[in-house]
């Protein structure tokens, strides 16, 4: 056979498919609880899902504005106002992108040339690989550490350099579940302002938190102006197969990011955006709720690792939950994560897939928790069998 692949096509092979496609192949054959992969097995609120039929009834099925649709973009900027207290123009700064994925990627190509530098923290969210490489930058990164994931602030300042251009923050952050604290963000927004960087944050799991507050980098001193900010309804309402996400930051950087956005999808997801709009007007208790349902989640998965003989790094925010497995007699998580479903009947992720440095992650594995509680309290009852 042929293989006409560019190098590029090359080096984005090496982020991450192989192992979650050797995973997901693995819950398929050995009909194991996949709690690899992280989208829940139930739908979102309901009068969000019948608000999308509506608009299909209604005709919103051709192409809707580039940009994304007016009450859309005035929902995510009341949503920003409402949550955060940052005020934004949703004619200017709001873009509506396909997912999260797309904002991130379309901002990272919008604003770096070949050869800059995109500082980010390890493990990450393979996507950033990907979207740095393809936009034919370099990616320099700073490790998160178990057990608080903290960073050793030297090191983030070691990291950036002459030809950084861009700093990329996830928070609350994939995979470890960390949000990050207002030491660390004042650090970091310092540190952006000091080297004149462009910063992405990516804040998909903003409303995904249980221990502290998640608050946005762009609302920090100096950074409205310097900071494009992503989230998506996804992870929030859990319809993560709508893809439909944003970017808001200020007018010259969006705008940029809707120059690539127009060659990449041009535009995404007409009904959904109506849905959309009126999803992010549910009353705070809404939002509260889901939230609540996931902590609940979170304790039961958490209890069950650490019964079963994990040393578990209980999670502030996401729906991630990460061990090491060292204490059940084992160094390598990726092994580990092939023999566990026919040891128990469960499927994890190594964790080593989203390092660059992999002595770091080596021994670690994630779970995912936004699964249905009868799934997760199974999945409890299997993973007690390690203990043996
Ligand atoms: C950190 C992070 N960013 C972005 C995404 C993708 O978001 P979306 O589905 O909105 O494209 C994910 C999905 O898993 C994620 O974990």
């Not at 462009?198 to 102006?225: I, Q």
């Not at 994630?366 to 249905?372: A, E, G, I, N, V």
Request: one cysteine or more; proline letters at 7%; charged letters at 20%.
């Amino acid at each position: 056979m042929r293989e006409d692949a560019s190098p590029l096509v090359g080096r984005m092979r090496e982020f991450g498919e192989t192992i979650f496609a050797e995973m997901s192949a693995l819950a398929v054959r050995t009909g194991a609880i996949n709690l690899g992969q992280g989208f829940p097995d139930t739908d979102g609120p309901p009068e969000i899902a019948e608000a999308a039929i509506a608009a299909i009834r209604a005709g919103h099925n051709q192409y809707p504005p580039g940009i994304g649709i007016p009450t859309l973009r005035t929902a995510i900027a009341a949503h920003q106002q409402r949550f955060y207290g940052i005020e934004v123009d949703p004619d200017t700064e709001v873009l509506v992108t396909a997912g999260a994925t797309e904002g991130l990627a379309a901002a990272i190509l919008a604003l770096c040339e070949i050869g800059d530098e995109v500082v980010c923290f390890e493990p990450y969210y393979d996507a950033y690989a990907a979207d740095v490489a393809l936009a034919g930058a370099t990616r320099r990164v700073v490790t998160l550490r178990p057990p608080t994931w903290a960073y050793d602030p030297a090191e983030l300042e070691a990291a950036i350099g002459p030809r950084t251009r861009l700093l990329l923050l996830n928070s609350p952050h994939n995979p470890t579940g960390k949000v990050f604290g207002p030491d660390e963000l004042a650090h970091i927004a310092r540190l952006a302002v000091e080297h004149d960087l462009l910063v992405v944050t990516d804040e998909v799991y903003e409303h995904l938190v249980f221990d502290g507050r998640h608050v946005p980098l762009a609302s920090l001193p100096g950074l409205w102006d310097r900071t494009l900010t992503i989230s998506s309804a996804g992870k929030t309402f859990s319809f993560t197969g709508w893809k439909i996400g944003w970017v808001v930051g200020p007018a010259p950087l969006v705008a940029a990011v809707r120059t690539v956005k127009q060659f990449l999808t041009y535009v995404n997801g007409a009904p959904f955006q109506h849905a959309i709009a009126e999803g992010l007007g549910l009353p705070d208790e809404r939002y509260a709720a889901l939230a609540d349902d996931l902590r609940a989640k979170r304790d039961l998965l958490c209890a069950g690792l650490d019964a079963a003989g994990f040393a578990v790094f209980r999670p502030a925010g996401t729906y991630f939950v990460n061990v090491d497995v060292r204490p059940l007699g084992t160094a390598d998580g990726h092994r580990f994560c092939l023999e566990l479903p026919d040891r128990c009947g469960v499927v994890a992720v190594p964790d080593v897939v989203f390092y660059d440095h992999p002595e770091e992650g080596r021994h670690l594995v994630r779970f995912t928790f936004c699964k249905r509680r009868e799934v997760l309290e199974e999945a409890v009852r299997r993973l007690a069998a390690l203990r043996g």
